[in-house]
């Protein structure tokens, strides 16, 4: 970044840029990545979504294979059964509709 001043590097970096990087300036928001932006982060969220569902289902049933707290297990229940706002906030950065889900969980439940 040469012939900038150090006021030009400093509205950079306050504006996400970081000055001096040797490839060029690059935004820190992984949204302006491009098709594949935020890939990890969803499928981050999506695990979660599938961790809650397994534990909602593992309470169900009354086993688990390993060891985990008994109210984490009924506090996923609790969350998927009643559509909560822990399955809402996961829901809203997967793009599921969380009611479905829910409704999916307690038809499943039902069967059981």
């Known amino acids: 970044m040469t012939g900038t001043s150090s006021g ?20 820190l928001d992984p949204i302006e ?28 049933k009354g086993k688990t294979s390993f060891p985990v ?3 984490e297990l009924r506090q ?8 909560g706002p822990m399955l809402r906030h996961v829901c809203e950065y997967t ?3 969380a009611q479905w889900i829910s409704e999916g969980f307690i038809a499943w439940c039902e069967l059981e």
């Open 95 to 97: 793009g599921h509709d």
């Open 76 to 83: 996923a229940f609790d969350d998927l059964f009643r559509c």
């Open 8 to 27: 030009q590097k400093r509205n950079i970096a306050a504006e996400g840029y970081v000055a001096g990087s040797p490839a060029a300036l690059f935004p």
């Open 69 to 71: 707290a008994h109210h």
């Open 33 to 60: 990545y491009g098709n594949d932006a935020g890939r990890a982060e969803y499928n981050l969220w999506c695990a979660v979504l599938m961790q809650m569902v397994v534990d909602a289902k593992l309470y169900w």
